[in-house]
């Protein structure tokens, strides 16, 4: 990875089910380097890529609940080229935070 073409991106939504974090390039994949967020109540968290689950269930229990995948060479979550990178979350609760990415 070059540190040089990590985007960044904020994590912001308050609405349960799938949430689009990264929207898929015309091609390639999407990976993902970095995420921090918090929560404002309890909820379950799901990285997904497209609509496949990329992690099970991560149970977030409460007001500041937060999880921090720190900057790394390899991607911790990756997309195929077309999908977009989502994070469903299980409760209609305020996620905050932000996602180090790489195109293509």
């Known amino acids: 990875m070059h540190r040089s073409a990590v985007r960044q991106v904020a994590i912001n939504f308050s609405a349960s ?3 689009t974090i990264v929207t898929a ?4 994949p999407i990976n993902v380097y970095g995420l921090i967020l918090t ?3 309890a909820t379950n968290i799901i990285f997904k890529h497209g609509a496949t689950a990329a992690s099970g269930a991560i149970e977030l229990t409460a007001v500041g609940s937060s999880l921090f995948l720190g900057l790394y060479e390899n991607p911790w979550y ?3 080229p ?13 996620v905050s935070g932000t996602c180090w990415y790489t195109l293509g």
């Open 17 to 19: 089910g799938d949430n």
């Open 25 to 28: 390039p015309a091609s390639g």
């Open 39 to 41: 929560v404002h109540a």
């Open 78 to 80: 990756w997309t195929l």
């Open 82 to 94: 077309g999908e977009n990178f989502i994070i469903n979350s299980s409760a209609a609760v305020q």
